[in-house]
């Protein structure tokens, strides 16, 4: 009872411990129907051409005690890993490359765990086809033969390839590259090859063919995309050839030759043909058909002529052969012929060559002597030459020719049976030129011009020629130009003039001479040609530097030739600079310059280029001038004529300098001159007038000048103004007053005072066009202005003038004013207030006006 109490908990613990293991389920996945995208990938199927990294499925279960769950992929062993696994979430993912074509199922095992039961499936996985094969050939590459004369039409072989896609991927159409350059056509569902209808083939014309064939896939999909593959091959098609051509001679036509030393047997030519069919040719057979006349024979085997008589016993020169080609198969059986004609000519030996002759017999070398420039088409009779060849027929035939200098002589007759009198005729007259060719060398040439042997000979023809005047002087060049300083004495040379004459002895003697408007002062040396000046000619290039004139070179007989000739004279520095006057006077205003100027007469520069200085002055450092320019004008410090008269005691304020003018020259001259310079300041108001009137303080005739001009404006104007008036007046058919007023000038104490009457201001009213200033005496004469007083009233109008009792009505005049204007000198006070009475005039005009404008019903004109 004690011991059963010992193990009772123990025994109790493991109960226990065995119902809690058996109460833990396993866990499961869910299960997947078709299209599913999670389950236990059993239904799974996957194109070849899903691009790895792709999500293609999840593992998805469960565990009843609701415990979580890992997933897990595994793989046989040497199998390939497709797919990798997310443990917790059971997303697959593609991570190597499918090829259905390789490999179209994929077995994988599956398996889900809780942590202590794990649950293993073994699933297939399908591989889908995508188009991603191209075709291919097999049993590339593909040569056929083929014979020539297989009928069109025909197949000719069978072109296979295979697309290992499935579908419209995996299946292959054919056709051909070209398919209107080639003679074959392919079936596009078979891939049968066949000659074209109608077209044959010809070994002779072009033994070897080469065809390209494509084969293309019906297309699919891959990767989203429609995509269609081609591959292509080529097929050489060899020609094979076959018996069906004939024989045909090589080397047509065929001439043959007997000469008169030929011996019997000889042979005389070879005739060959080969068979038509180049890829098996038959052998030939040869024979003369007619035309030998028992003269000649052949050769069956190689087609060899020969003469069996001797050429003594030959009837005819010419003989005409028939020969046949016969093709012999290899059973011995003649087949096709072909036919040729042989020509052979019974001809002389040719042992003979051309021979020249002259007067006494046979001769190799002919000698002339002639002038140069004979006429064209002259015949050179002081040669005698004759040529014979002493054989017969086309043997004695050859051909004359010169060989030598071309173009200048030819020769008749050019071609020549057995014997001719040569001839030798002038073709170009210029080219027998004495200067050029003393004398002239040919060889005279006969060849033979149908025989094998060529035969030929040759002869010297020598012409020497005799000199005539036919070149003229001619200088080495069409102008000279020459520079001679200024300087130079008489008789100096210039420039030395060359000219040639070719021809020989007295012809070739030259002599020059001068001419032409500049040659006054020049000489030429009759013989050397030197230019040279005449010993009294002085030159002087400030009067002229420029010299030109023609020289001519004659020869005895008077050709001759020009030149002109260009003489420029150089200046030398030979003048010194110089001053208008050595001793000058200037006015300068202070802040203005002065101006000196020295003339070089020197033509060229730098000779008359002058440069100024000042030499001496004093006090020195006041003035500073202008190296090029020569203006003078104060130191810039120098503002005013105190700071003058500080520099100096001197109160008149004349100075005077050392000038100095050097020109640049070499040697340099140079001249001096003294001015005197009277220094003042701007007066009055310091406007255009007075700097005018300063400068030209020391040229009255200036400042007259330009007075008068002043004065003549003033003239004009008023000439123009009076007559203007005339004109008005005439047209407003107005009768102005005869009325002389002068105002009284008061009397002021002398002063200085400016003249207004210069000075033009515009009126502001119309009527102020005629203000006047009136005399202002009163009518008892006593003088007394009565300032501010009222006007005077209006005078009456003018009486009528006097009517004539002549009946035509007289010529109408205007009335007209006299009366002196002058000067006005107006003072301040009057300027400030209104105007003095105005005259009677000037009233009386008021006075019209207002009639008219109330005439006109309006005030306000």
Known sequence: MTHIRHFTPSLFLSLVHVCLVQANYAPYFFDNGDRSTNGNMALLSLSEDTPIGTHVYTLNGTDPEGDPVTYDLTYEAGSRRYFSVDKHLGNVTLIEELDREKEDEIEVIVSISDGLSTVSEKVRILVTDANDESPEFINAPYIVQVPENTPSGSSIFKIEAVDRDTGSGGSITYFLQNIHATKFTIDRHSGVLRIKTGVTLDYEKSRTHFVIVVAKDGGGKLRGDNKVFSATTTVTVNVEDVQDTPPMFIGTPYYGYVYEDTLAGSEVLTVVALDGDRGKPNSIRYRIMNGSEGSFEISNTTGAISVIKSPNQLNKEVYELKVQASEVSQEGDISVHAFAA????????????????????????????????????????????????????????????????????????????????????????????????????????????????????????????????????????????????????????????????????????VKYSIYGTGADLFLIHPSTGIIYTQPWATLDAEVNSKYNFYVKAEDTDGKYSLAEVFITVLDVNDHSPEFNENIQEKTMIIGSPVKIEAIDQDAEEPNNVVDYSIMQADPANVFDIDQSTGEIKLKSYIRSLDIIHNITRNKDCIWSLVVQAKDRGSPSFSTTAVLKIDITEETLHKGPMAAFLMQTKDNPMKALGVLAGVMGIMVMITVMISTAM????????????????????????????????????????????????????????????????????????????????????????????????????????????????????????????????????????
């Open 342 to 509: 042989v020509t052979i000519r019974v001809v002389d030996l040719n042992n003979h060559p051309p021979t020249f002759y002259g007067e006494n017999g046979p001769q190799n070398r002919f000698e002339l002597t002639m002038y140069e420039h004979p006429p064209e088409g002259e015949i050179l009779r002081g040669l005698k030459i004759t040529v014979n060849d002493s054989d017969q027929g086309a043997n004695a035939k050859f051909n004359l020719r010169l060989v030598g200098p071309g173009g200048i002589f030819r020769v008749v007759p050019q071609t020549v049976l057995n014997e001719a009198q040569v001839t030798i005729i002038v073709e170009n007259s210029a080219a027998i030129d004495y200067e050029k060719f003393k004398v002239l060398t040919f060889k005279l040439l006969a060849i033979e011009v149908n025989t094998p042997e060529k035969f030929s000979s040759t002869a010297d023809v020598v012409i020497r020629l005799l000199d005539t005047n036919d070149n003229v002087p001619k200088f080495s060049s069409d102008y000279y130009i020459a520079r001679i300083p200024e300087n130079s004495p008489g008789g100096s040379n210039v420039v030395a003039v060359t000219a040639t004459d070719p021809d020989s002895g007295l012809w070739g003697e």
């Open 726 to 861: 005339f004109w008005r007046n005439k047209r407003s058919n107005k009768i102005m007053p005869v009325r002389r007023i002068i105002k009284k000038r008061q009397a002021h104490p002398p002063r200085m005072v400016r003249m207004e009457w210069l000075k033009l201001r515009r009126p502001s009213s119309a009527a102020e066009k005629f203000i006047v200033e009136e005399d202002t005496r009163n009518e008892n004469s006593n003088n007394n202005a009565q300032a501010g007083s009222a006007p005077p009233p209006a005078p009456g109008p003018p009486p009528p003038p006097t009517l004539s009792s002549v009946a035509a009505a007289p010529a109408w005049r205007v009335p007209t004013v006299s009366g002196s204007l002058t000067p006005t000198f107006i003072n301040k006070q009057k300027r400030r207030g209104p105007g003095g009475a105005h005259s009677a005039l000037v009233s009386e005009l008021k006075m019209k006006f207002e009639k008219r404008n109330a005439a006109l019903g309006d005030p306000h004109i």
